[in-house]
């Protein structure tokens, strides 16, 4: 095919996809599977998770039909600039890189990060004479990080591990007082807050400021599609004060996420 | 000093990586970086003099041991020794009840004990290299001489052994050094850790690494200038006459 007719295919295709964004059509809404519990599979099939409930809530919400299209994430960005699917709703963080490809709507959730201390250690953040010396691991090079040395870098001795379990396993020979961490990954690796846990949380749930915990997580259109992006907004905001958003969070998650 | 200071302000006024704050971990970083080689290359001839003349003895049970000892800490990455001992020790059933808990709960020691048996196990290969190279006729002389095998040892094999192991171990040296940049993987902030440090803050690896490179470079550059003057001076007599 000459290169006149790929154009011509081109226009005439964009033309049909064009059609098909069309106010009655569904609203294709892309997410990456399995990434729990935001989004995976139960045994016979069926999409589920975090995400998947609250687009179709959102849907619900908009009178509109929502059809979920999966997407690996590499391919993610691309794939909605090319038209397979009008929104991706799969745990992207908002980021001024992203923002320059994709058009996002309002955060609507964030994961927390959280103070965790061994039982029976009496420590209080609050007062920071007390902290004076007391060892506290991160992970190197993540938010967590940063928010430690800057606020605590002064009295806290910071020690920074390459990967969350190197953490862990200096929690639990004592090395550390004090880890923090993002509590979604702290709940994986460490066993925390149940009845037989050696390691407690002492902190509430820490997702501010923005300068160090990010945006949070957006869903993505294309930058003109702009009217959509507000018709999400809109159905994002009334599910979050009507309580359906907390609904779903619980039915998901032991903490808080809501943005 | 102030004045220093003060001028060094000034000159990273409009600089938004290199603060003085990122120099300072910079500093620190090479402060530790140089105790923990220094420390473990000094512990580590101390180590392999010993174990060298051991490494050649005719007696089975003092050769093989130490045989043993240099194929493990030379047939395994440095990472992975590192890796064992400091995570590793934990294991030992009440190690935290005793005293040894101390000093193995931080970074530093555990770190030192990792470099100085990686580098003492070198160090003994290169040193009973030297040794079993020395010229047939030195040892035949000193034993025509009446000397026991102690005073051989002191007078004749050692001291020529040492000036022959001397250019190998100048490499030994500067590669400890720059062995050492995976001390930050359990947490100790030497050069490496540092820069990695300055790289996550500022997402500028550039920077960052370019800056720890050529520190590490001044540091090779005086290691070598070390080694060369000892040379020049130990193994004067095996330059050509008439220079």
């Known amino acids: ?128 004479d007390s902290l004076e010396g007391l060892t506290v691991g991160v992970q190197r090079a993540t938010l967590q990080d940063r928010y430690v040395t800057d606020l605590y870098g002064d009295v806290l001795d910071v020690r920074r591990y390459a990967s969350a379990d190197d953490v862990v396993a200096d929690m639990r020979t004592g090395r550390l007082d004090l880890t923090f961490m993002d509590y979604p990954i702290a709940e994986a690796t460490i066993d925390i807050d149940t009845a037989d846990s050696d390691f407690q949380r002492i902190s509430d749930f820490i997702k501010e400021p923005e300068t160090y915990f990010g945006q949070g997580v957006g869903v993505a259109f294309r930058h003109r599609d702009r009217e959509l992006a507000e018709q999400f907004n809109e159905a994002l905001q009334a599910l979050k004060t009507d309580g359906t958003y907390d609904e779903i969070m619980a039915k998901y998650f032991s903490y808080d996420v809501k943005l | 000093m102030d004045a220093l200071m003060n001028w060094l302000e000034a000159r990273l006024a409009d600089n938004s990586i290199f603060t003085l704050q990122t120099l300072g971990y910079y500093g620190d970083g090479l402060v530790t970086t140089v105790q923990l080689v220094f420390l473990s290359l000094i512990i580590g001839v101390v180590l392999a003099v010993p174990l060298a003349i051991g490494r050649g003895s005719k007696k089975a049970w003092v050769r093989l041991p130490i045989f043993f000892y240099c194929y493990v800490f030379r047939g395994t990455p440095l990472l992975v020794q590192l890796y064992l001992i400091y995570y590793g020790v934990v294991f030992v059933e009440g190690i935290q009840e005793t005293w040894l808990w101390v000093i193995l709960e931080k970074p530093f020691v555990p770190a030192l004990i990792a470099f100085t048996l990686n580098t003492g196990a070198y160090t003994t290969e290169i040193f009973r290299g030297a040794i079993k190279s020395t010229p047939r006729g030195e040892i035949e002389a000193a034993r025509a001489y009446g000397m026991s095998w102690g005073l051989m040892m002191r007078r004749i094999v050692l001291p020529s052994a040492f000036r022959r192991a001397l250019p190998a171990y100048g490499n030994e040296v500067i590669f400890m050094l720059h062995a050492s940049a995976i001390a930050s993987v359990v947490t100790l902030m030497d050069l490496t850790g540092a820069a990695r440090f300055v790289y996550a803050r500022f997402y500028a690896p550039f920077d960052a690494f370019l800056f720890v490179a050529a520190i590490y470079l001044c540091l090779t550059f005086s290691i070598i200038f070390f080694f060369r003057r000892l040379e020049n001076r130990l193994l004067a007599h095996l330059r050509p006459a008439g220079h």
């Open chain 1, 1 to 128: 095919m000459s290169h006149r007719h790929l154009l011509l295919a081109a226009i005439l295709g964009a033309g049909l996809v064009t059609a098909t964004a069309q106010a009655d059509e569904p609203i294709r809404l892309a997410v990456d599977v399995p990434y729990e519990p935001f989004e995976y599979k139960l045994p016979d099939g069926t999409l589920t998770g975090f995400e998947v409930d609250l687009g179709n809530a959102v849907c619900e919400y908009l009178e509109r039909e929502c059809r979920w299209v999966e997407q690996p994430w590499d391919g993610m960005i691309p794939a909605l600039k090319a038209r397979k699917f009008d929104a991706i709703m799969s745990s992207m963080a908002i980021t001024e890189e992203r923002a320059r490809q994709v058009l996002f709507s309002e955060p609507y959730y964030t994961t927390p990060s959280a103070w965790i201390t061994a039982n029976g250690n009496d420590i209080d953040l609050q007062d920071r």
